[in-house]
């Protein structure tokens, strides 16, 4: 009987473990580049999809991250020695950075303590505990259902329960292996529905707030069981065999490309196989339709003010519109005041940690987007204060943030977002009337007090019949 239990487990590993991608020996150069030249060469590089660009962006004296599977590490070293330019190595084994990310305490404390970073299912599970112990004022929400059918979880924070209050919304994961995002925003309803600092106490309790941790379940389920580096949803579309992608199942759509403000306007992809693939047509994904759909749904039951979207990494605040540049940024409206706002929060956040972060949007700063979900947040539903943080750090590890780093960076980013709302509160944003028509519900949004039911639980079923039939074989 045990001899059966120990084959039925490994052939039930084995079957969970299939298709896990291994980055074991991959490495990661930095180029940095000296004139037009070599930022050319990069650019043209980057269309080559055995190499793998952790940076989006590619500029003059810019540090360019490129990982590259073991079998191209000659043939690109050589490459750039015979072009004199620096290739260096930074990381000789991107699996064992992995690794050491998903490391747990061998001990681990009841309450989650944000000392690691956790699963799907473990932040949904902890969405369901923490709306439990905070009933009065917390509310478990569905803000819709993934490609795959996963629901994703939100909470609505409500303390006062009066009419035509101040709203907020904040967004996190919808890039998948930015772990950061889901762990920074956890914290921020942790602090929103625990912390006893009168600054956070006031934040908490004068704004409903409307907080998502994974916008994209399946995705960030993809990343802790098959290919951590995966950036989009899982949609299965547009199959076309992709060299730079490991397995050819899915090649999904970049979520924030999706959005239909000047959607595939530039800095987004037509190609499938790219990382911005930006879809089939604007809101062709049903993430993004239920993101747009309840942004417009929360906006007619008060004053929406806030919207805020993390992502990693950079160390930057950008402020819309992603597609603008120069003197095109006084386009978007009260750019000066987001642009004050956000400028004010940062002298705070620096204060926590020492940390920098840049300001802008992102044509000015990063690179040229369209199709993002706080520029349509901004463009579209007209919300006012509405920003896009990218998190920690400024590349030492990128997308493979340590998690004794998770604390430290969510301290900084509580202390720049109560400087922020303290300086939208006094520029009179609160005193904005809303004279939109009255709430109705679209019907892929079902607010729910019911416990969040494991999202992994389709994929595990299917497992175990895979298991079952291998077991009844053997």
Known sequence: MILKEIIFLVVLVAAVNADYVSYKNYKVYKIVPKNENEVQILLDLRKQPQYYFWNDIVSLYSDVKIMVAPKNQEEFENYFKSINIPAEVVFNDVQKLIDDQVKRPVRRNVVYDWTYYLTLDEINAWLTRIVEEHSDVATLVNLGTSVEGRTIWGVKID????????????????????????????????????????????????IVWHIFPVVNPDGYYYTFNNNRMWRKNRGKDNFTPCANVADDISNGIDLNRNFGFVWMLTGASQNPCAETYAGPSEFSEPESRA????????????????????????????????????????????????????????????????????????????????????????????????????????????????????????????????????????????????????????????????????????????????????????
């Open 159 to 206: 303390y006062k329960k009066e009419e035509n209050p101040v709203i907020g919304m904040i967004e996190g994961g919808i890039h998948s292996r930015e772990w950061i995002s889901p762990a920074t925003v956890t914290y921020i309803i942790n602090e929103f529905l625990t912390s006893t600092d009168e600054n956070v106490r006031f934040m908490a309790e004068n």
């Open 291 to 474: 993101i747009s759909n309840y942004v417009l749904y929360i906006k007619n039951q008060g004053r929406m003010i806030y919207y805020f979207a993390f992502h990693s990494y950079s160390q930057m605040v950008l402020v819309p519109y992603s597609h603008l540049s120069g003197y095109d940024v006084i386009n978007a409206p009260n750019y000066a005041d987001m642009y004050e706002i956000a400028i004010r929060g940062m002298d705070k956040l620096k204060a926590k940690h020492n940390t920098d972060y840049q300001v802008g949007t992102s044509g000015d700063i990063l690179y040229e987007v369209s199709g993002s979900s706080f520029d349509w947040v901004k463009g579209v539903a007209e919300i006012p204060i509405v920003y896009l943080f990218e998190l920690r750090d400024v590349g030492e590890f990128g997308f493979l943030l340590p998690a004794e780093r998770i604390i430290p960076n969510n301290e900084e980013i509580m202390a720049g977002l109560l400087e922020m709302e303290r300086v939208t509160r006094n520029m009179g944003y609160y005193n904005i009337q809303n004279e939109s028509e009255p709430a109705t519900l679209p019907t892929t949004v079902e607010p729910s007090t019911t416990a969040a039911p494991g999202s992994g639980m389709k994929t595990v079923f299917s497992v175990f019949l895979i298991a079952l039939c291998l077991f009844v074989t053997l």
